[in-house]
């Protein structure tokens, strides 16, 4: 698998925060990406269209992060979706893991960060 051929889904609240993770990814040549503005249209859209790699925001309206996260990983339990948020206390940290996120990042998003994370799944691929 080529990074150009990696399927992204990007479910954020945040116009901001959704517009600055496209601009990394596309700089970095995912081939393409997917959005949602809450949880409930995340899993609503990873049913539909298996995306390679989730960046998910915990707090959402209509469907928190965490929650989006254990819908994902019923319909696919090899899911790998990173769990993002500002408010990176523990208490998020260990409800991610326990729900199964492939990793957490912490916001505002950095390359470096991105880059890891892709690789790191391109490498388990």
């Known amino acids: 698998m080529k990074i150009s051929d990696i399927t992204v889904l990007i479910c ?8 600055k993770l496209s601009e990394i ?20 859209i990873y049913r539909d269209n298996r ?9 959402m309206p209509k469907k ?12 696919d339990p090899g899911a790998r979706v990173v769990m993002a948020s ?9 409800k991610a893991i326990k729900a199964g996120a492939f990793e957490f990042l912490q ?3 950095k390359e470096e ?8 799944m391109m490498k388990e691929h």
């Open 12 to 19: 954020d609240d945040s116009p901001l925060i959704r517009k």
């Open 64 to 75: 928190s992060g965490i929650d989006a996260l254990g819908e994902i990983k019923e319909i």
């Open 51 to 59: 995306p390679d790699l989730v960046f998910m925001d915990i707090v």
């Open 113 to 120: 960060d991105i880059l890891k994370i892709i690789n790191m």
């Open 107 to 109: 916001k505002p998003v």
């Open 86 to 94: 500002t408010v990176g206390t523990q208490k998020n940290l260990i």
């Open 25 to 44: 990814l596309g700089k970095i040549g995912v081939g393409s990406v997917i959005y949602a503005e809450d949880g409930e249209t995340a899993v609503s």
